[in-house]
Structures are given as C-alpha cells and as structure tokens.
T-cell receptor
Framework: NAGVMQNPRHLVRRRGQEARLRCSPM?????VYWYRQLPEEGLKFMVY????????ESGMPKERFSAEFPKEGPSILRIQQVVRGDSAAYFC????????????FGDGTRLSIL | ELKVEQNPLFLSMQEGKNYTIYCNYS?????LYWYRQDPGKSLESLFV?????AVKQEGRLMASLDTKARLSTLHITAAVHDLSATYFC?????????????FGTGTLLAVQP
C-alpha cells in the first residue's frame, strides 16, 4: 500500500509568487489534514478536509491560504503572494473514517521563500 | 485553547539507560498519540492511547495515559542509538467534531554511545 504522497518535496518561490502543494492520501482514506511545521517547533494544525468539503479550517491564516480536496485528484494547499514567513515544512496526513486509527503522514513539502 | 506541553525539550542519554518523557495537556481528551520524527523526515506513528490507564509497549518504548491527570508518558528502557529522534505527543480534543491533532513541542532525544 502506498503511503501518503506529497509533492513536490522541496519548493522554492520568490516573494509574491504562488505556491501549490499536493497531497494524495493513502488508499482507503477519506480524511485529509494539513499541518505546518516551523523550524524546531511542533506541528500546527491548519485544515481538515473530506472529499469536496472543508470540515475545519480553524488553523488556516485568514488571507492568502486556501485548501481543497476535489472529488477527483489530490488535495491542494495553495498559498498566494508568498512571504518569507511562509517558509516551513508542510505536512499532509490522512486517516480512515475510524477515529481510533492514527493519522498517517506524508514526507512533507519544504517550502523556501527567497 | 488546548495546550500540550512536553518535557524535557531536549534529552541526552547514554546507551543502556532508562528515561521518561512527559506530555501534559490542558483540557479533556479521549485520544492521545505518540509520533517519532527523524531529521528531515516525516512522522511515524508509535502509539495510539484511547482510554484512561491505557498502556502500550513496542520494543524499548512504553507509553501510558492518565486522563484524570491529563498526562501521558513515554518510557525508554535500555536506550540504544537508533532511538535518537524527536518524539511528539499529540492530543485529539474530547468532543471535538473534527480529528485535528494538537501537537506538543517535541522532545529531541540524543542517545550517546
């Protein structure tokens, strides 16, 4: 079984550009989560999605950030007009419907803003 | 707002020694998870603790949960170098409509030969 697949692994953007991060959940998982990890810190929840629905976006910055999980294709985390402070590792996780199962994490996308 | 605190933040220990990492959280929770992260890598699930008094063991690691004290521990027995990593606990707030996890600050474990 393939795990959670994220791409790209590394992404470099200049200030003002857009960043698109992709995540394909594990087979059989219908729940997707995005977390952000700043250097030497723990992960911070951003958003929780199911197919075509945003369930909880309480951790998402109010501006420039958006997420989607379409009926077909991967989940996308989109950051518009990136700034230096957006530099971080962005992790996607997925889980099955059973809440007693842990979330499984992808390898992350390391975003660097020049 | 739920807060999750781990201590110590950094732990240097010799091979063969025992030690415990503590995870305190500030509100009720019915699920607690432990993860391991190697440098530059993703998070690997270690334990899922679902009830008060739950204890789980895997190799040299043992995790426990006391929901009344809002405390989980990760005990390391006879440490070996391969256990060097950052360990995170994560809490799923009780009664929440979503499965979002609140992570602790992490404990960087360095096992010295």
């Amino acid at each position: 079984n393939a795990g959670v697949m994220q791409n790209p692994r590394h992404l470099v953007r200049r200030r003002g550009q857009e960043a698109r991060l992709r995540c394909s959940p594990m087979k059989g998982h219908s729940h997707v989560y995005w977390y952000r990890q700043l250097p030497e810190e723990g992960l911070k929840f951003m958003v929780y999605l199911q197919k075509e629905n945003i369930i909880d976006e309480s951790g998402m910055p109010k501006e420039r950030f958006s997420a989607e999980f379409p009926k077909e294709g991967p989940s996308i985390l989109r950051i518009q007009q990136v700034v230096r402070g957006d530099s971080a590792a962005y992790f996607c996780a997925s889980s099955p419907t059973d809440r007693n199962q842990p979330q499984h994490f992808g390898d992350g996308t390391r975003l660097s803003i020049l | 707002e739920l807060k999750v605190e781990q201590n110590p933040l950094f732990l240097s220990m010799q091979e063969g020694k025992n030690y415990t990492i503590y995870c305190n959280y500030s509100t009720t929770s019915d699920r607690l998870y432990w993860y391991r992260q190697d440098p530059g890598k993703s998070l690997e699930s270690l334990f899922v603790l679902l009830s008060n008094g739950a204890v789980k063991q895997e190799g040299r690691l043992m995790a426990s949960l006391d929901t009344k004290a809002r405390l989980s521990t990760l005990h390391i027995t006879a440490a070996v170098h391969d256990l060097s990593a950052t360990y995170f606990c994560a809490v799923d707030p009780a009664g929440g409509a979503t499965n979002k996890l609140i992570f602790g600050t992490g404990t960087l474990l360095a096992v010295q030969p």
